[in-house]
């Protein structure tokens, strides 16, 4: 069974830092692109970051704060962030996509993703 679980999630105050990992069951995340997205009430789901095999993308809003990183013997893809601020805060995703299917900058982008987690939430107070 395929299957993608976000963990890491919490409530931290602004200028805090979390480490949201992304677990991948059934397949091996190395040989796939992965993105992490989020979503905060009422809004669209965005791209905050996305992985290939050496490159990585950033969405503006969190360049220089966030760090996507994979541990391939882990099976393992995190997000570092750091001096996060209230608009952080919501249900952040991992997505895994072929990388035949779209580049990172377009998964970001345009929120392209074979597969997807549930979600772990991400609240940051003032």
């Known amino acids: 069974q395929v299957q993608l679980v976000e963990s890491g999630g919490g409530l931290v105050q602004s200028g805090g830092s979390l480490r949201l990992s992304c677990a991948a069951s059934g397949f091996t995340l190395e040989s796939y692109e992965i993105g992490w997205f989020r979503q905060a009430p009422g809004k669209e789901r965005e791209g905050v970051s996305c992985i290939d095999k050496s490159d990585t993308y950033y969405a503006d809003s969190v360049k220089g704060r966030f760090t996507i990183s994979r541990d391939n013997a882990k099976n393992l893809v995190y997000l570092q962030m750091d001096s996060l601020k209230p608009e952080d805060t919501g249900v952040y995703y991992c997505?895994?996509?072929?990388?035949?299917?779209?580049?990172?900058?377009?998964?970001?982008?345009?929120?392209?993703?074979?597969?997807w987690g549930q979600g772990t939430q991400v609240t940051v107070s003032l």
């Open positions: 997505a895994a996509t072929t990388p035949r299917r779209a580049t990172i900058s377009a998964m970001c982008v345009y929120k392209i993703g074979d597969y």
